[in-house]
């Protein structure tokens, strides 16, 4: 019985199931679908090239903007900060000129008072009042001092005819020792300076 069974397989056909028309066909369909998936791989590829170029694009286009912005702000900025220095500086000057101008406000309520107009008379010119007897301060060369000079303190200036005991007895002692050799002739006669006799 076993031997009477038929079977539809061809001699020389292998047993397994890769021959026959659903074969093929499953064969073509699964090369189809490569095919279309391949395809779909493709377009996907270029559809993702594509947006990246546009990004690439786009991002170029963005930093160029940025950077015009940047360059426009950047002038704007160092002209705001120039202008903001200038108006400093100004306002610096406009400071001291309102201070000037209060001091010569201070000056000319100072000049209307008699008092002080009577001292700067004293002090300028050299006027005194009747009745009073004025002073002159001269330097060492009896040139008159002006009122920007500042006189020293006496207990710190030399007096030159103090001198000690001992200066004197060392002086005498160095004459002693080196008597002069050549002692000149008392003047019979005593002239006046010539400018006294000019005159």
């Not at 309102?98 to 201070?106: F, G, N």
């Not at 000049?111 to 301060?137: H, L, S």
Request: aromatic letters at 6%.
């Amino acid at each position: 019985m076993a031997d009477d069974r038929r079977t539809s397989r061809k001699p020389g056909r292998p047993v397994s199931g890769r021959s026959g028309p659903r074969y093929a066909e499953r064969l073509k369909a699964e090369r189809k679908k490569a095919a279309r998936e391949r395809e779909a791989a493709l377009v996907r590829a270029r559809k993702e090239h594509q947006h990246k170029a546009r990004l690439t694009s786009r991002a170029a286009i963005l930093v160029l903007v940025l950077a015009v912005l940047a360059v426009s702000y950047a002038s704007s900025l160092r002209a705001y900060l120039q202008q903001r220095g200038n108006i400093n500086a100004l306002e610096a000057q406009i400071s001291q000129r309102e201070a000037k101008i209060d001091e010569l406000r201070d000056e000319k309520k100072r000049w209307e008072d008699p008092a002080y107009v009577a001292q700067q008379a004293r002090a300028r010119f050299g006027y005194v009042a009747k009745g009073e007897t004025p002073f002159v301060v001269v330097d060492a060369n009896g040139n008159p001092l002006d009122a920007s000079a500042e006189l020293g303190d006496p207990s710190k200036v030399a007096d030159p005819d103090k001198r000690v005991w001992y200066d004197d007895v060392w002086d005498s002692m160095k004459i002693a020792g080196n008597p002069p050799t050549k002692v000149r002739d008392p003047k019979d006669e005593i002239k006046a300076p010539k400018e006294d006799l000019e005159q």
